[in-house]
């Protein structure tokens, strides 16, 4: 199993940008999928932004064209850069790795990430 490592999070205002980074503890293949999920308190966990092996991408309405996610494979690492953030936005975001054939689910998860947005 992959290990993977969240860094990025914190409090910021609305409006303003945070850019998460995951890190897999070893090769991830780059036909892997990867992304990010969030769950806020007293919500489902929700799917936030994938990219899978091939670059195709999956958002959630609620954050497209705010957040933008890319991955690096040379550094094992997926990123999510998060512009125009509301007070909604705030959750625990962890990172995932999957293989092609779970769509977007993931089966590695990170510890996850605090991200505050304050109003």
């Known amino acids: 199993q992959v290990q993977l490592v969240e860094s990025g999070g914190g409090l910021v205002q609305a409006g303003g940008s945070l850019r998460l980074s995951c890190a897999a503890s070893?090769?991830?293949?780059?036909?892997?999928?990867m992304g990010w999920y969030r769950q806020a308190p007293g919500k489902q966990r929700e799917l936030v932004a994938a990219?899978?092996?091939?670059?195709?991408?999956k958002y959630v309405d609620s954050v497209k064209g705010r957040f933008a996610i890319s991955r690096d494979n040379a550094k094992n690492t997926v990123y999510l850069q998060m512009d125009s953030l509301k007070p909604e936005d705030t959750a625990v975001y962890y990172c995932?790795?999957?293989?092609?054939?779970?769509?977007?689910?993931?089966?590695?998860w990170g510890q996850g990430t605090q991200v505050t947005v304050s109003s």
């Open positions: 070893r090769t991830v293949f780059s036909i892997m999928t």
């Open positions: 995932g790795v999957g293989a092609p054939t779970r769509g977007w689910d993931f089966d590695s």
């Open positions: 990219i899978t092996g091939g670059g195709r991408t």
